[in-house]
């Protein structure tokens, strides 16, 4: 998945069962194949973009997208800003 407004590229590592709206930077994201629609803009309000690496998920919606190019513009999914998402812990060595 690219951004319309950003140079930001995902990776679905996890979907969710329910249809959802995913966006970057105010505008939804797009299969490699389309092309960004006309008048697309950036929405810097919404916060930072995407960082390279770094996962993003739902987990109430059972969402999780890896950045592979950092970008942009925050993503959201149905207009709900997604975090990043924590490291698992590791077992104590006790």
Aim: with cysteine.
């Amino acid at each position: 998945m690219t951004s319309a407004v950003s140079d930001a590229q995902l990776v679905v590592v996890r979907a969710p069962e329910a249809d959802v709206t995913v966006a970057c930077g105010g505008a939804s994201v797009l299969a490699q194949d389309e092309s960004p629609p006309d008048g697309a803009t950036l929405d810097r309000s919404l916060g930072e973009g995407p960082l390279l690496g770094k996962r993003y998920a739902d987990d109430d919606l059972g969402l999780e997208l890896l950045c592979t190019r950092p970008g942009e513009g925050a993503l959201t999914v149905d207009g709900k800003t997604l975090a990043v998402k924590g490291a698992k812990p590791l077992p104590s060595s006790d």
